[in-house]
């Protein structure tokens, strides 16, 4: 697989601060794939993503991006960039529809701006000033910006943060079409529900220090039990028991259930990814 990013070895700490904001991460970022950084508040996902949006350049430790040094990249770095910020800047003072063009004579590659705006529904809304939006409508607005320049790879920044589910489902809706027509996303949240649904694979981060690099479904079989819940009718009641998942098919008491009562469900024991996010990183998600 084509390797975007390698990262080796990043370290970073802020001018006023005494401790590393990201201290000693390494990771690879694959093309065309979901990459998710995950940490709680303070964990260093911000830094690390302006870091590789090169807006912060006095980093120690090696950043190659499609193998040179991105140190060696000038701002036609820029052209294969769409970054969407935790907090979105725009002018307040123009309409939605004059950002959009102000951010995209920016670029030298460009997308249709009113397509852009209807895919997020700001299209009746694209004359009327940004400081008259709603939040949700300037998360909007910030996401069709990072795509602007049609770029190769996306930076997200807690981009469904705040939105409510119907507009949560369009970003994301947006973020798997980008990703299946080849693009690239690097993606920092604490929301599970999004790496849940949208990440190949997750970093988790805390105190700087990457903690652990995986897909999600290895992290659930990893951290989820081997367990087997039955629940089912028994007398006019609804009872439970509980199997070992391992050797479940010669497993005499399960079998002897399912012959002789009516099950009405049955679920391995699947931990969930906040859960996991609090064992992996010792705090507790989704705040
Ligand atoms: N501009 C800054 N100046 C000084 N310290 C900063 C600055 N921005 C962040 N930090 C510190 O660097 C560390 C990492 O912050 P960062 O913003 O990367 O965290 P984060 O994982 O993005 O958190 P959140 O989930 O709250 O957005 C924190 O200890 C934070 O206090
Ligand atoms: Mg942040």
Do not use: W
Not at 42 to 48: C, D, L, N
């Amino acid at each position: 697989m084509e390797k975007v990013f390698e990262v080796k070895n990043l370290q970073f700490t802020y001018r006023k601060n005494q401790i590393k904001a990201v201290n000693g991460i390494s990771f690879d970022v694959y093309k065309g794939e979901v990459f998710g950084l995950l940490g709680p508040s303070g964990a260093g996902k911000s830094t690390t993503q302006k870091i590789l949006t090169k807006l912060f350049k006095d980093y120690q430790g090696e950043i190659l991006y499609l193998g040179k040094d991105l140190k060696t990249y000038n701002n036609d770095y820029y052209e294969d960039l769409g970054v969407g910020f935790e907090l979105p800047v725009h002018f307040s003072k123009l309409t939605g529809l004059e950002n959009m063009k102000f951010f995209s004579q920016l670029y030298k590659n460009h997308r249709d701006i009113e397509t852009l705006l209807k895919a997020v529904g700001l299209y009746e809304d694209r004359n009327r000033m940004v400081s008259d939006y709603s939040k949700g409508m300037k998360m909007r607005l910030n996401f069709v910006r990072a795509m602007l320049n049609d770029p190769k790879i996306l930076f997200l920044d807690e981009v469904t943060n705040g939105l409510d589910p119907k507009n949560a489902r369009i970003i994301k809706d947006l973020i798997r079409q980008f990703k299946e027509a080849g693009g690239t996303v690097f993606l920092s949240t604490h929301l599970m529900n999004d790496v849940e649904e949208l990440c190949d694979r997750v970093a988790f981060i805390r105190g700087g220090e990457i903690v652990e690099i995986a897909t999600p479904r290895e992290l659930k079989i990893r951290f989820g039990k081997r367990e087997l819940k039955v629940e089912y009718f028994n007398n006019g009641t609804t009872s439970e028991a509980l199997f070992e998942l391992d050797g479940i098919g010669e497993n005499k008491a399960f079998l002897e259930l399912i012959n002789t009562y009516e099950v009405e469900t049955m679920h391995s024991g699947e931990t969930s990814l906040d859960d996991i996010f609090i064992k992996v990183t010792g705090e507790v998600g989704n705040v």
